[in-house]
């Protein structure tokens, strides 16, 4: 089993930024993720899930605002239970679910990667939850009380457990919220035939049971589904596919120029992820197969990339074990610690939230008119594209030795 090197100096150091981290949020001017109320979201959930109990169409009309629900009709039916609570029951329940979900996710990084379910991972993983409110796509979903992290879960549970499930999560997953259905691409990677199977099997469950509690859900799967713009604008800041990339900074508006940019970042996963499995780094996979989800799909907002998380705590324990074997010594291994700390915080900077430190956030960098507002999405295609660079270098090095 895997040591974590320099695990007090590391702790020390994530200690004082989760402090550094709920501090600055509590004394932001302005919205942030720790305010007690029903998020804008969130509270679309509840209202759904009221017009599907009291047997109503789902999408017939807009719930706050010219907000409809987004969807698919399993969703529906699963936020029912959120109609029978009251609104601090909802909060409870959902937003320090959602932590509990995150920490739970760290944990099983930590066990994937070899690390075990050691009680200095426990701690760190604590840790890491309240450091990533720093991070703006989980200070997003918990601001607007999104579902996302509940989607990560699922389908890590398809991946990063010892007795992982046999593709099921990822089925829930994408009867929730269609996205996840992508994720699917690393059990194929995997040749884990049955699980891909029984992901598809677990979803198309999922549809009937749509048909079966909501009046409406042909009106998704035939109409609703199809129409991006009820998720959102594309020039939108917030907007962090492509596809609203390319629009909001470049003036394309789809067409054959997107259709080329994701097929090129879809063979790009495709190798990155088949390196990943090859090297049995199942956390890597995963989440550069969510991160491409974000990318390739025709819109994503900025709190769906909840998937550079588990990649930013890979990249921490990838850079601490490699310095820890290096360096000698106890300081050594207090250096690895903070060293492999002061990494993982660099490769966050592209999505900083605005409430903690505003000079890196996706808004300050879209309202520059600069390269730099590409870095929120960019920094997702980099990621990708170096991890297949490694493959490429591994396979150059093996056939010149």
Known sequence: ???????????????????????????????????????????????????????????????????????????????????????????????????????????LVFRERGYGFHPVNWLLSALLTVAALACQPFQGTLHFGQINIFLMLLVALDFLPKHRLPGIGIGLAAGLKLTPAFLGLVLLFQRRWWAAGISILTFLVTVTVGFWVIPDASDFWMRAIFDSSRVGDHT??????????????????????????????FALTCFAVYIACKRRNTTVAMALTGISSCLVSPFSWFHHWVWVLPLLLAILLTVNDWLGHRLKGIFGAQFAGLASFVVMIIFALPYVAKVVWDGTSYQRMDDAHSWGA?????????????????????????RSA
Request: proline fraction near 4%; aromatic fraction near 16%.
């Open 1 to 107: 089993m895997k040591k974590i090197w320099g695990a007090p100096s590391l702790a020390l150091a994530l200690a004082v930024f989760a402090v550094w981290t709920v501090f600055r949020i509590f004394n932001f001017d302005g919205e942030h993720a720790l305010k007690w109320r029903v998020p804008l979201d969130l509270k679309i959930y509840v209202l759904a899930g009221s017009e599907v109990a009291d047997g109503q169409l789902l999408y017939d009309n807009a719930y706050i605002g010219d907000l409809p629900f987004t969807y698919p009709p399993f969703a529906g039916a699963v936020f029912t239970a959120l109609s029978y609570l009251s609104d601090n029951w909802v909060i409870i329940l959902w937003q320090l679910g959602m932590g509990l979900a995150l920490f739970f996710i760290f944990l």
């Open 236 to 265: 939108n800041p917030g907007a962090q596919s492509i596809r609203s990339l390319m629009e909001r900074e470049f003036g394309i508006e789809g067409g054959i120029w997107w259709i080329l940019a994701v097929l090129i970042v």
């Open 374 to 398: 590409l870095a929120f999405t960019g920094t997702g295609i980099i990621f990708i594209a170096c991890y297949a660079l490694t493959g490429l270098l591994d396979a150059v090095k093996k």
